[in-house]
């Protein structure tokens, strides 16, 4: 079922307009956001983040009620979080014996998942809308309505802090937007493995190691310096553990999303060379290799660097079977859950959940590997849950995941964890930023002890010093 956006025929003429005033050489300003009645609209019939409030028509998708924010009695920071829904029995099942009675809900990739493995299933429970934030958070969304702006000839974003930028988006770079500088809290740090299954399906350790972000976009009390001086809008470094002959690299990353007023940096600290180089190479379609080469440096963590080689539109919204609430596959053994061809169905969580459908086309003039890609962002906390990627010949080549975890005592729905790719041609994929059966489970950092941005120098990595 396709749900129709009230301003998608807006969107739809916009690049048309834009493209006529390059040809007659006009000077274009930066795209302006919603009037304020629009606006409104975020504290009646939308949530404060922008997401339709009212439940489905057939009652399968609740109303949104303020989200879950329920910290389990005597939990304690690092330890495992519970499944608040643990007791639930899945609605039903699809595999490809009942594919055609539910191929309107599923992702082409999902789809392709099916007919190549007749064992893979999704198992789909009841929908909870578990988002939250703060009330602060909120707030920030409602001003950023009003005055968040495309810059970057539409790639950027410039007049927002601290929320999401556009809640009533207009096209679909402002949707891929919303979800990179989605809410998961002011900082993160974290230990992770990295699970690569070859095509053969031998499991092997990729990568072990900490990974750190500070959401530069989400420090509650900088918002006058934020808006006042252009910065990146978080920084972060993975440093590996593991496997042993690469102990101690780490990637350091200061991301941007204004890249002409700030560009974007990534180093690397190679501990063969012991000295730290710029590396401009992690971004587009090069292979990650935290992942062995498995994914693309742009897939990690939803996307990852510019985005500049495609053009995106929004499709519409769309209600959808997407992975969510996804805290039981944290407490699985990497045994099970890690499998040959797939993860696990028995601890994956999927539910209906409606959603913004972005499709990306190549830009004029670039070259990416994925000539195609369509995202999926659920609409409650704009996370990108599932993307569709097509190579050049038209194949469906990638299938892409991310497994929402909750986390009440902040509150926030992460995807920074748990994602993840699968090589629908070769059998392929990758778990990165797992923490199954690691001593410590998404932690969250207090700052500035555990995390400030003298860790996150270039300095610093050459030293220790994170």
Request: net charge positive.
């Amino acid at each position: 079922m396709t749900i129709p956006t009230p301003r998608q025929s807006l969107s739809s003429r916009a690049p048309h307009a834009l493209a006529l005033a390059a040809c007659l050489g006009l000077i274009l300003p930066a795209v302006a956001a919603v009037s304020a009645d629009e606006a409104a609209q975020l504290k009646s019939t939308l949530t404060p983040l922008g997401a339709e409030r009212a439940g489905s028509k057939d009652g399968r998708i609740p109303a949104w009620t303020g989200g879950y924010t329920k910290v389990a009695p005597g939990w304690k920071n690092g330890q495992p979080r519970p499944d608040p829904f643990a007791g639930e029995k899945p609605l039903v099942s699809v595999s490809a014996k009942n594919l055609a009675e539910h191929e309107g809900h599923l992702s082409e990739g999902v789809k392709a998942l099916m007919k190549k493995h007749p064992d893979f299933r999704i198992d789909v429970y009841p929908t909870h809308r578990t988002a939250a934030a703060p009330d602060w958070v909120y707030e920030n969304t409602f001003k950023n309505a009003t005055s968040a702006r495309l810059v970057d000839k539409g790639y950027g974003v410039t007049d927002a802090f601290g929320g999401i930028p556009f809640p009533i988006p207009k096209s679909g770079m402002e949707v891929m937007l919303n979800a990179r500088l989605a809410w998961e809290g002011p900082a993160q740090k974290y230990p992770l493995n990295t699970w690569v299954v070859t095509g053969d399906g031998k499991r092997t350790l990729s990568s072990g190691g900490q990974q750190t972000w500070l959401w530069s976009y989400y420090q509650k009390d900088q918002r006058d310096k934020y808006l006042a001086k252009p910065s990146h809008y978080k920084m972060g470094a993975f440093t590996k553990s593991s496997p042993a002959a690469v102990a101690g690299e780490v990637i350091l990353l200061h991301e941007t999303v204004h890249e002409e007023a700030v560009p974007r940096s990534v180093w690397q600290y190679l501990v063969g060379q012991r000295r730290v180089r710029k590396a401009p190479s992690i971004a587009y379609d090069t292979p990650d290799t935290v992942t062995s080469g498995t994914g693309l440096f742009d897939e990690a963590f939803g996307t990852l660097g510019p985005l500049d080689r495609h053009e995106f539109k929004i499709v519409g919204k769309q209600e959808m079977y997407v992975p969510y609430n996804s805290n039981r596959t944290a407490l699985a053994k990497v045994e099970d859950l890690v499998t040959p061809r797939f993860l696990n169905p028995d601890h994956v969580r999927w539910e209906l959940r409606r959603v913004w459908v972005v499709e990306a086309t190549l830009a004029p003039g670039k070259r990416h590997v994925m000539a195609k890609r369509r995202y999926y962002i659920e609409e409650d906390a704009w996370k990108l849950v599932l993307a569709d990627h097509w190579d050049a010949q038209g194949q469906l080549y990638h299938l892409q995941y991310a497994l929402p975890y909750l986390v009440p005592e902040v509150p926030a729905v992460v995807t920074t964890v748990q994602w993840g790719v699968i090589n629908l041609l070769t059998g392929q994929y990758y778990y990165n930023c797992s923490f199954n059966e690691l001593p410590q489970h998404y932690p969250v950092p207090q700052l500035p002890q555990d995390l400030n941005e003298g860790m996150l120098s270039p300095e610093a990595i050459a030293t220790g010093a994170r």
